[in-house]
T-cell receptor, first 113, second 112 residues
Framework: EADIYQTPRYLVIGTGKKITLECSQTMGHDKMYWYQQDPGMELHLIHYSYGVNSTEKGDLSSESTVSRIRTEHFPLTLESARPSHTSQYLC????????????FGSGTQLSVL | DQQVKQNSPSLSVQEGRISILNCDYTNSMFDYFLWYKKYPAEGPTFLISISSIKDKNEDGRFTVFLNKSAKHLSLHIVPSQPGDSAVYFCAARRGSQGNLIFGKGTKLSVKP
């Protein structure tokens, strides 16, 4: 069973607010990822990290930012939320040498009004 | 441009019968393919994978077939059970350090 946790599960927030989506894993995995998914659509990679102090942009451009100060923690921040940010955000992690076997958290469903 | 395509948004199958989920890809550099399963309000979970050097991989009721010449893979579930009802995502990786590219998913409904 995967030990990767995301909070909050659901978030409804007004336009212009700053939000941080939390993601933590207790498996000691090196790589961590943030995916964004809309209903019926692909999972799009928006950020990933190879380890502490490493952050990279994914395939889908995003206005969000991430940080990786500790191995186990990979938060995602939106400085000013907009309705176009409404989506499900999925955090994942993997061992570096098995980067195809991702363990996903339960996701955060974000709604920006 | 979609590199991994799941052209069937949904599939309905009777319990005990075979479920076949299909996936096509466009990039011949993909070397590893995976299937993930997702229940509502949960994150995807890894199901089964196959390397491009193989054409079949089996794990219990789940078998994945790869046809490289056709750039096509399929997931067979036999026999299908109601608990298999979920969204199934096909994913592909290019190179050992490549990130996964996902399809849009196929929603499988297994009816008792």
């Amino acid at each position: 069973e995967a030990d990767i946790y995301q909070t909050p599960r659901y978030l409804v927030i007004g336009t212009g607010k700053k939000i941080t989506l939390e993601c933590s894993q207790t498996m000691g995995h090196d790589k961590m990822y943030w995916y964004q998914q809309d209903p019926g659509m692909e999972l799009h990679l928006i950020h990933y990290s190879y380890g502490v102090n490493s952050t990279e942009k994914g395939d889908l451009s995003s206005e969000s930012t991430v940080s990786r100060i500790r191995t186990e923690h990979f938060p995602l921040t939106l400085e000013s939320a907009r309705p176009s940010h409404t989506s499900q955000y999925l955090c994942a992690s993997s061992l570096a040498q098995f980067n195809e076997k991702l363990f996903f958290g339960s996701g955060t469903q974000l709604s920006v009004l | 441009d979609q590199q991994v395509k799941q052209n069937s948004p949904s599939l309905s199958v009777q319990e005990g019968r075979i479920s076949i989920l299909n996936c096509d890809y466009t990039n011949s550099m993909f070397d590893y393919f995976l299937w993930y399963k997702k229940y509502p309000a949960e994150g995807p979970t890894f199901l089964i994978s196959i390397s491009s050097i193989k054409d079949k991989n089996e794990d219990g009721r789940f078998t994945v077939f790869l046809n490289k010449s056709a750039k096509h893979l399929s997931l067979h579930i036999v026999p299908s059970q109601p608990g298999d009802s979920a969204v199934y995502f096909c994913a592909a990786r290019r190179g050992s350090q490549g990130n996964l590219i996902f399809g849009k998913g196929t929603k499988l409904s297994v009816k008792p």
